[in-house]
């Protein structure tokens, strides 16, 4: 049987802290506790814990050797971006013997817009935001995005395979990435950066670097696909009576080839997003669910859209053709994850199911919770994709809870993690989705890119059974 590492001592960390030190400075090298807190809690407030150190390398350079360091001293190293992760993938906790937190906020270069190649090079730390701040002026922009721009990062999303609103259009942010540059966990650097439309020599390691989180490499810098940024755009809000008259609104909607979002929320959501933020009612009557679409064109995409929406069977329609009508609209939808957060941590819960079993799935929730909590949904409808948040469930309800759910999502096809990752929140239920033998490669995988398992441990990958274990019946 392996022997346990040593644990790590005070003195092993003031070593390796001030080795770490001569590489990013002593201002990027945080041993206070006080310091170290905003880095080591999720924006949920669910999944927290402590840090050896925080190191905030400024390059690629710096990042290859802090890694080599950790590497060289046997502590595991946890990369975070703009900590709007949600599932414990970017917060320490996954090594009982501690570790160094990657703060990649620093990369933060933006590179020239290549317009005629429609790409861009990014550091891991730039913003959503501040991205779209850069290319917009060249008619351009990049194809994701999130209610959270402001503070996600492009190495986060790029490290979770973010969604989004516009999957619907652009696809997820793996379609979206061309190339990545990343630093394996012995601070080797391996560069496929140049995001050539064509290029099939050997296998896709960028694409396999994309969606994670963090376990195979740190990624430092990406190759980004840059679109043509619609100029004219109309926003439609339709009430209806179910989730499934919401799905049924699709087979309209999908034929219009400027259809950029479908997202869906319902009555008990928005009466929370009203109350948290104060704003008006959009409609003088309550209705079951509600349906926010978005199109955009060169043309004036309204007439198409209005006659899209004839077509549904809505109740009400609210139509926003302007910029400041639009966001206004948009915010019922965007602002209900801060307001479910108001009732305090929810469990969270990132499922895709297969259309046909999405209005099923809700319909049953309230016999899967048993009353054990309060349900907040709503989602990405045009991919089946929906945000679960239960509110009020006891610790000691939470794990049935997560087999409840999970479990149902499993038995109808659908997928455990449609787009905020794995992390270590639900890294013991991947077995729900993948046999014995996906999850075997997949720690093939990870032992080949990192054989000391010193990059985000505990996250993604189930714990291996112990030695002389038999997998149990399904």
Known sequence: MTA????VTTADVRLLARRLSAVVGDAHVLADADLRAPYERDFTGRWQGGSLLVVRPADTAQTAEVLRLCAGAGVAVVPQGGNTGLVGAS????DARGEVLLSLRRLDGVGPVDPRARRVTVGAGVTLAALQHQVRPHGLEFGVD??????????GMAATNAGGERVVRYGTTRANVAGVEAVTADGRVLDRLAGLPKDNTGYDLAGLLV????????????????RTRPPRRTAALLAVDSVAAAVAALEPLRRLESLELAEFFTADGLALVLAHGSLPAPFRTAHPVYLLVECAAA??????????????????????TDGGARRRLAAYRERHTEAVNSLGP???FDVTLPLPELPRFVDELPGLLAGRARA?????????????????AARSDEEPLARAVLGRVADAGGSISAEHGVGRAKAAYVPLTRGADDVALMRAVKAAWDPAGILNPGAMLPSPPPPGARPRPA
């Open 4 to 7: 346990a590492p040593p644990a």
């Open 91 to 94: 917060v320490p906790g996954g």
């Open 146 to 155: 999130l209610a959270s721009r402001d503070s996600a990062t492009l190495g």
């Open 211 to 226: 969606g994670s989180e963090g376990t195979l490499a740190v990624l430092t810098r990406l190759r980004l696909v840059l």
């Open 299 to 320: 043309h004036d995409p309204t007439e198409e859209l209005a006659d899209a929406v004839a077509l549904c069977a809505a109740r009400e329609v609210a139509v926003a």
């Open 346 to 348: 929810p469990l969270k």
């Open 376 to 392: 907040v949904v709503f989602g990405h409808l045009a991919e089946g994709n929906v945000h679960l948040n239960l509110v009020g």
